[in-house]
């Protein structure tokens, strides 16, 4: 069994000159996580070492481990821990796309927690209004003009959230995790229309580049607020 002093010293040792940018460390009931809190950069994935023999996990397999199904093959929905997997992510168009990476990913190995309605899309606010100590959140353009429409364009103050990195902790819990107040999408799969979702997913996020391309190319004329 690793102690957290090996775990820590095996984290470093394994990114050499990275291991500057470790900051944190968590204990879990069979693993040490450490990470970067301070520093955004590219390729950064936080480091996973194992209790039991001190080898590092893959961040990604470690975390889809913990849903306890095991995936692809080897899935089994009986063992699944959890009721609800909830992916968070920003509410802007970055966010959408990885929300969209994210289920490519359990629709392929994961499929039956869709299908059996354990997914969901966590919807994070896009502006946060403040006016006379008075704080309002909003999740969308329409919603912003509403509020605005009803207390008043003048002496407001609108911040428009980046990401769910801008929000503090008291924030996010009010906005976007707590159970009382949270607004959550249920990921929902019609088995009547499973061959249009299969070819949606094939040609979007599928290996092959031509059927992509070719999406692309007869769709653009009717892309719009594109941020360029």
């Known amino acids: 069994m690793v ?20 900051n944190e460390a968590f204990e879990t009931e069979d ?7 301070e520093h955004e950069y590219a390729g950064w994935i936080p480091v996973v070492i ?37 992916i968070m992510t920003d509410a802007d168009v970055d966010g959408a796309h990885i929300d969209t990476l994210m289920l490519t990913f359990l629709y392929r190995f994961m499929p039956e927690l869709i299908k059996q309605g354990h997914v969901y899309l966590a919807q994070p606010p896009l502006f946060k209004i403040e006016k006379n100590k008075k704080v309002w ?3 969308d353009d329409d919603q912003m003009n509403q509020i605005l429409n009803e207390i008043g364009r ?38 009547e229309y499973s061959s249009e979702i299969d070819l949606t997913f094939n040609t979007l996020m599928g290996d092959k580049v031509e059927p992509r391309r070719d999406f692309i190319e007869e769709r653009a004329k009717y892309a719009n607020n594109l941020d360029i």
């Open 31 to 37: 693993a040490y996580i450490f990470n970067d809190s």
């Open 50 to 86: 194992g209790k039991s023999d001190g080898h590092r996990i893959h961040y990604g397999e470690y975390m889809l481990g913990d849903f306890g199904t095991g995936i692809h093959d080897d899935f089994d929905i009986t063992k699944l821990r959890y009721d609800k997997i909830i």
């Open 3 to 22: 102690n957290y002093e090996e775990a820590k010293k095996i984290a470093l040792e394994s990114l050499g000159e990275m291991a500057i940018h470790i």
């Open 154 to 191: 003048g002496d407001n103050k609108i911040q428009r959230y980046k990401g769910l990195g801008e929000m503090d902790a008291e924030q996010l819990w009010e906005t976007t995790m707590d159970p009382e107040r949270r607004v959550l999408r249920r990921v929902v799969f019609d088995e």
């Open 137 to 139: 959140y909003a999740y």
